[in-house]
């Protein structure tokens, strides 16, 4: 795991410490300890459970300690009329004086100017993409494309196996010796290396890693080799390979595996929402969380929750339970209202520490989880990983093709009423297309059911790498996929389904000796954004034409609906 850029963590200090310093005194002037009124005392509690929350996660354990006492007495003035009232605002006197001294003692080590929230995220995401230009595995736009990395002295083999895994959407590099890998490695990352046992002069592969101090279990190694006996898959398994292959190499059977394995690997980063209007705590685990890999979004005014929900999609909400106009446990009703949204993970994050008050939080707002500020990094991210590959693993079993892994049927049609829905609303784009492998039944005919799954699923993997991380992707049925690319106009359309029409035609299949390819044809609709909003179904009857046209006009080809707007 990553850690976050100190340079970061420490402008995030700096800015935090000089917030407390220019506001503590103020809470302390606007708060009369001889006519504490209620709406003082809440005003003031409100403020106590902030620095609860934020002091010891900043470093500051002093403040969390003092703050909690303070909150404590505050809370029990404002629920009760006891009769040692003048002693217990004297005490909080004393410990809001206590907290004044800790906070006046606290020195910034390095000045910093103090920024808008908007200016502080726009510096960050620049220096992200820095980091990410650097290296030239980030060839595409798509982020999520899986990089596959072949090493083989034999260069018509590494050259052949490269060229056919780019069929399959991979990014691909081949390496014909150890120290030309190593090299490579210095500047980027694979995700799988599918690397020949035998390298130049018969050296061993094993030798030449550990020559070169390469850690063989920083990515999926697979093992090719044209020895098949007990002891080379075993030393196999020793070096930490997910599998060991024999030579000639199945490419379609290695693309499967690929996609089966892909799940180990971070390729779709964990989506987090938080709600909370402590900015300087919600800056923090934002940073802490995207240190790890996850795609974090910020939101401090609860009443925008729905919109950013819908419009960032999360895979999780983390809510702070105590807020000045409403509490985690009504938002977290709020998104139980809608149908959408009632397995959507969500998470209490809070300074609370009374269990029963915990237990009714999760009970009454329908959340997942609670979580007790402050909290070390090292928990947090653990807590909402867990959480959502949770999620993503019953959700898959729900709304998954168990062969392809693809949205089934009622799925993919639930995305295109969503994205009519979003193309309404944001005024953009959609296109829609349904694609079919063209003369199908022959390949089961004559290879067999279980190659025709292979090439059900080499189709599926290809769509996979080659959409963008925000289309969606299923199996309508049989050798039947649909294909719902939002934002996307009929000329990019055309580009991207020609791609994968050519990508997968050049796929070799094979059984035994033989080889052999498919082709696929294609037909898709353009809905733009206008006043009438027509129905799924008759968006898919219109690409379905469009497909029946590329059929009947000679297969292998894509075609659009005569009806561009709709």
Not at 12 to 26: D, H, S
Not at 143 to 167: F, G, M, N, P, R
Not at 280 to 306: C, I, T
Not at 508 to 527: P, R, Y
Request: with cysteine; aromatic share 8%.
């Amino acid at each position: 795991m990553n850690k976050p850029n100190q340079e970061t963590l420490d402008e995030l200090k700096a800015i935090y410490v000089q917030k407390i310093k220019a506001e503590f005194p103020k809470q302390l002037k606007n708060f009369s300890d001889k006519n504490a009124k209620e709406h003082q005392l809440s005003q003031l509690r409100g403020y106590l459970h902030k620095l609860v929350g934020s002091g010891e996660s900043f470093g500051y354990t002093d403040i969390t300690h003092t703050a909690r006492a303070a909150e404590s007495i505050a809370t029990s003035l404002m629920s009760e009329s006891t009769k040692d009232k003048p002693s217990r605002l004297t005490y909080l006197v004393k410990l809001l004086e206590k907290l004044a001294g800790i906070v006046d003692k606290i020195e910034i080590e390095s000045p910093v100017t103090l920024h808008s929230g908007a200016n502080f995220t726009d510096r960050q995401s620049n220096a992200k993409l820095l980091t990410v230009g650097q290296a030239h595995i980030a060839k595409t736009e798509r982020k999520h494309t899986i990089c596959v990395w072949v090493i083989d002295d034999d260069e018509s083999v590494a050259a052949q196996l490269s060229e056919q895994l780019l069929s399959f959407g991979f990014d691909v590099a081949y390496f014909l010796s150890c120290a030309a890998f190593k090299q490579a490695l210095l500047s980027s990352q694979p995700h799988f290396v599918i690397a020949d046992v035998r390298l130049e002069d018969n050296s061993d592969f094993y030798r030449c890693a550990d020559l070169h101090r390469i850690d063989l279990k920083s990515f999926g190694l697979i093992i090719m080799s044209a020895f098949d006996d007990f002891h080379a898959r075993i030393k196999a398994v020793r070096s930490g390979a997910i599998t060991y292959l024999q030579k000639p190499i199945n490419v379609a059977r290695v693309a499967s595996f690929i996609h089966e394995h892909k799940n180990k690997i971070q390729l779709h980063p964990e989506r987090i929402l938080i709600i909370d209007d402590d900015t300087d705590l919600s800056a923090l685990y934002k940073s802490q969380l995207e240190a790890a890999g996850m795609a974090v979004h910020n939101l401090s005014d609860p009443r925008k929750v729905m919109a950013a929900i819908q419009e960032y999609q999360p895979d999780l909400v983390l809510i702070d339970l105590y807020m000045p106009d409403f509490s985690g446990m009504e938002l977290a009703a709020v998104i139980r209202q809608f149908d959408n949204f009632t397995s959507l993970p969500i998470v209490y994050i809070s300074s609370e520490t009374d269990n029963q008050r915990q237990s009714k939080a999760i009970a009454t707002g329908g959340a997942d989880e609670f979580i007790t500020k402050p909290v070390s990094a090292d928990i947090l991210i653990t807590a909402l990983r867990t959480r959502v590959k949770r999620a993503r693993q019953l959700n898959a079993l729900i709304s998954k093709d168990s062969l392809t892994g693809l949205l089934k049927h009622s799925a993919i049609k639930e995305a295109v009423k969503s994205e009519i829905a979003r193309t309404s609303r944001d005024r953009q784009s959609l296109c829609i297309s349904m694609l079919d492998i063209d003369r199908f039944k022959r390949v089961n005919d004559t290879y067999g059911h279980a190659v025709g799954d292979t090439v059900i699923e080499s189709l599926a993997n290809l769509l996979t790498q080659r959409v963008r991380q925000t289309d969606h992707v299923g199996r309508y049925g049989g050798e039947e996929f649909m294909l719902v690319m939002p934002g996307c106009d009929a000329e990019s359309a055309q580009v991207i389904l020609d791609d994968i029409r050519e990508r997968f035609s050049n796929i070799e299949f094979t059984v035994g000796n033989k080889g052999f390819h498919c082709t696929v044809s294609a037909g898709f609709v353009q809905l733009e954004a206008s006043v009438f909003l027509p129905t799924a179904d008759s968006l898919v009857e219109h690409a379905d034409s469009a497909l029946y046209e590329a059929k009947n006009t000679g297969r292998n080809r894509v075609v659009q609906s005569i009806t561009a707007r709709i």
